[in-house]
């Protein structure tokens, strides 16, 4: 057990420095932030020196290690764009992102599910007929246009919710939430249905296709056969027996949630790292669009090396296997 | 209490704090101002944002036109032409209730110069800052300089005692990796005060009750949120719901839109920004073209043909939909060497057009490529699609390549392309400037923004000159006769002078400025 754990922790930092590495070589394509940093007036002489300065003139590999230093401390160097400590700027925008993917990814569950068990159970008739249909609208359609289409309606038309920002944000110690204010909770409503929509619609139509599923399985019929209520069969046992591949398909998604929330953010203007990381690549802002990426890689990283234990603890054929190698 | 109580509660507190007439104005644009530092960036948001904290000693007017800000009056020393004498605004405070004097002219101009500042070029020629008295300040430059006063327009102001006490006397360096109490704080003697920043999201500024022009300005709004909102359509829904007052960068296509809409006004006015086109002149042979062993852009008549092909006026109408002026010379009206006569010479004519073609040996045209940016001018890619058709009709192959900003700009700066895009505008209102940058060879400290090629060492030494003349109708004189260069060789095509577009409530009163730049304690509220 401790040697596998120790062998896939291993792996999961060479792919941290293999994602930082190739992220470190596409920089080079997404521009040269001199021609941003300085003004019209600059002149030759201005442009060397900042690039000297700046170590941009080194090779990538060169580049790298140093950033790599600097993270290994803590210290992802300081913003191009804004001069301060890019540590300093993720941590006073990771709760908006934090709090939009959750309040996203908890729509996304609870609805995904009622919907999914209604459509299943329902299968014919004419609600349910409507909701799939216009669950394609989620699955099909692009977030940004979800979002402007949202913002038209309910900003512009009927003058119901804001268009953009956070609203009334309050301090918690470092943490600014929205969840206090009226103004922020309103705030959260149209970036939170955008950014879980297409989630809400995976989950219901996963739900609906496993349910159905179960719902021909033997000890349901059995279930039936001894006279259970429906509630009882749908929810205590078929429901149940759903969830097992929906929770995997979750824990995978609420990563995604937080890493793709960057078209979201950008329409709603909403202050979050994806709106920051946007802003960064526009702005050729190295220290922050490497920062952001080695953060996500973590992320994900860390999510698969704990569904890598899970395996492990629950199959046992993977522990014969490590024992034989 | 519900929420619509709590609203009145909160801003009747706010009109109590706020005297009688509290007035808040809600604005908008696309980017934040990157620092509130206000030597670290010379940039057009961070700029404009600053000029409503901080102030400079002159200032332009909505005409353009040089009026004094914190200083009274200005001229050139009569004892000695290097130098200029400054007469400062006595009784003005800072917000932290310090007294503005000399003492803070000199430590400002002095760390304007430093390396890390953005605006050291534009002091270039400063050689020392001094201070007589409390309120006069001599500039002295290393030749006598003209044009002095137009290089101070963005030069704020920012108090001595208070940088020293906050660790700011140096300017935001990069380098550095700490963050700078200058970049997040300010400490001004403009007419808002800052309340409150978080950068990318909210900015909140108050007026300021001591401000030394309460009587000379309206000043009739009290409160400025200043949020930034990248996203054009979710910017314009925010006009168009209300939540935004006043909005800068209203795209064309929402233009009639937003017009249309009750309670909602677009002001329009011609901005300080000329859009045109350059071409490698100057290399034996060019990397992109067809033509081998020869450069056909360093064929004046090639050149002209190229300009002839281009129909302003069908840009101006299909592309910018009816927002643009066409521009026969790289310089905006408001520049001082500007001719009107010369800013209509762009004509459109495919005949002479193909002959000059022909004549220059080139009857069936040749291939070439255009780098072009598509996020920084406003339709800039679509320009460039309309230009490919049009320069198409005298046998000129042209393949587009639009890549953002960031990508497109070094390309100039590394001399990688030898057909591009390129926008200008003219912060000084003289000409010299576009020289410097524009026409003169590049070289360590001209023509860094030259990306012709272009080497004409009798012109360069005019365009030096120019910096030095102190006969301004001798200078202007001499201006006119590099312009006459720069025309006959057709060094540039010009496009067309970009039409600001800003987009308000209609009870927001305001004259758009051409450097977009809006002040808003000049904006009235009804």
Request: charged share 20%; hydrophobic share 45%.
């Amino acid at each position: 057990m401790f040697a596998y754990i120790v062998r896939r922790m291993f792996q999961s930092v060479i792919v941290l420095l293999v994602v930082g590495l190739v992220a470190f070589s596409m920089f080079r394509f997404v521009g040269d932030p001199i021609d941003n940093m300085l003004g019209q007036e600059r002149t030759q002489a201005d442009i060397d020196r900042l690039r000297t300065e700046l170590g941009l003139d080194q090779p990538f590999v060169v580049q790298y290690a140093k950033f790599l230093r600097g993270a290994v401390q803590g210290n992802f160097g300081v913003s191009y764009r804004q001069g301060r400590p890019v540590s300093t700027i993720i941590a006073e925008r990771a709760p908006a992102t934090l709090e939009l993917a959750f309040v996203s990814g908890f729509l996304a569950i609870t609805m995904g599910i009622a919907l999914g068990v209604f459509t299943a159970i329902r299968r014919q008739g004419i609600a349910a007929n409507v909701i799939m249909t216009v669950s394609l609208i989620g699955v099909s359609l692009p977030t940004f246009l979800i979002g402007i289409l949202l913002i038209y309606v309910f900003s512009v038309e009927l003058d119901l919710l804001p268009s953009f920002g956070r609203g009334e944000t309050v301090m918690i110690g470092n943490w600014s939430t929205g969840f206090l204010t009226a103004s922020g909770l309103k705030a959260l409503i149209l970036p939170a249905i955008t950014l879980g929509l297409y989630q809400m619609t995976l989950i219901m139509r996963l739900v609906r296709s496993e349910m159905l599923e179960v719902l021909r399985a033997d000890y349901v019929r059995f279930a039936r056969a001894r006279g259970l209520s429906d509630r009882v069969i749908n929810f205590r046992h078929a429901l149940k027996n759903t969830l097992v591949p929906v929770i995997t398909i979750t824990g995978l998604q609420l990563g995604s949630i937080i890493a793709f929330a960057i078209i979201t953010e950008t329409v709603f203007q909403w202050p979050g790292v994806g709106l920051l990381f946007i802003n960064a690549i526009q702005f050729v802002d190295i220290p922050v669009m490497a920062a952001y990426l080695m953060l996500i890689s973590v992320m994900f990283v860390t999510i698969n090396l704990i569904v890598d234990l899970l395996y492990y603890a629950i199959d046992p054929r993977l522990r014969v296997d490590a024992r034989a190698t | 209490m519900s929420f619509k109580t709590l609203m009145v509660a909160v801003s009747a507190t706010a009109m109590i704090a706020a005297g009688a007439s509290a007035e808040t104005l809600r604005w908008a644009r696309a980017g934040d101002s990157l620092t509130l530092d206000p030597h670290a960036q010379n940039e057009g948001p961070t700029s404009t944002f600053a000029h409503q904290i901080m102030e400079t000693l002159v200032m332009r007017d909505h005409s353009g036109a040089l009026v004094p800000s914190l200083a009274t009056e200005w001229a050139p020393s009569e004892e000695n032409p290097n130098v200029w004498v400054f007469k400062l605004r006595e009784g003005v405070t800072f917000h932290d209730g310090a007294e503005f004097d000399s003492e803070d002219v000199v430590f400002s101009l002095n760390r304007a110069m430093t390396p890390d500042s953005d605006y050291k070029e534009l002091l270039a020629s400063v050689k020392e800052v001094r201070a007589p008295d409390k309120y006069t300040i001599e500039i002295e430059t290393d030749g006598p300089n003209p044009i002095m006063p137009n290089n101070l327009t963005n030069m704020f102001m920012m108090d001595k005692g208070w940088a020293e006490a906050n660790n700011a006397v140096k300017v935001q360096d990069y380098e550095g990796g700490e963050d700078t109490f200058a970049a997040k704080n300010a400490n001004g003697t403009g007419p808002y005060k800052l309340v409150s920043r978080e950068p990318d999201v909210k900015t909140v500024l108050t007026a300021n009750e001591n401000y030394w022009g309460k009587d000379e300005f309206p000043l009739e709004v009290t409160e400025i949120i200043y949020t930034p909102i990248q996203n054009a359509a979710t910017r314009v829904a925010a006009l168009l719901s209300g939540e935004v007052d006043f909005i800068q960068d209203v795209p064309v296509q929402d233009l009639e839109r937003v017009a249309g809409t009750d309670g909602l006004d677009v002001r329009t006015a011609p901005q300080n920004r000329v859009i045109f086109f350059g071409m490698n002149m100057g290399d034996a042979d060019l990397g992109s073209d067809s033509v081998d062993g020869a450069n056909p852009l360093a064929d004046v008549r090639v050149r002209q043909a190229m300009s002839k092909a281009i129909n302003r006026d069908a840009i101006k109408q299909v592309v910018m939909r009816g927002q643009s002026a066409p521009a026969g010379m790289i310089a905006p009206p408001f520049v001082n060497g500007w001719d009107e006569g010369m800013d209509a010479s762009s004509t459109t004519d495919l005949e002479a057009a193909k002959a000059l073609m022909a004549e220059a040996g080139y009857p069936d045209g040749f291939t070439l490529t255009l780098n072009c940016p598509n996020d920084r001018y406003i339709n800039d890619e679509a320009i460039c699609q309309a230009a490919v058709g049009m320069l198409a009709q005298i046998g000129i192959t042209v393949n587009l390549d639009a890549k953002p900003k960031a990508q497109h700009f070094p390309l100039l700066s590394n001399l990688e392309t030898d057909f591009y895009m390129l926008g200008w505008g003219v912060p000084t209102y003289d000409s010299e400037y576009i020289f410097n940058f524009l026409v003169h060879t590049k070289g360590e400290k001209y023509g860094s923004w030259n990306a012709t090629r272009y080497n004409n060492p009798d012109l360069d030494a005019k365009i030096v000159a120019l910096a030095s003349e102190t006969d301004l109708p001798a200078r202007d004189q001499q201006i006119a006769e590099i312009w006459q260069v720069v025309q006959d060789e057709q060094l540039y095509i010009p496009i067309h002078h970009q039409v600001l577009n800003w987009g308000m409530k209609s009870g927001v009163g305001t004259i758009v400025e051409p450097e977009d730049s809006p002040k808003i304690k000049y904006f009235t509220m009804q």
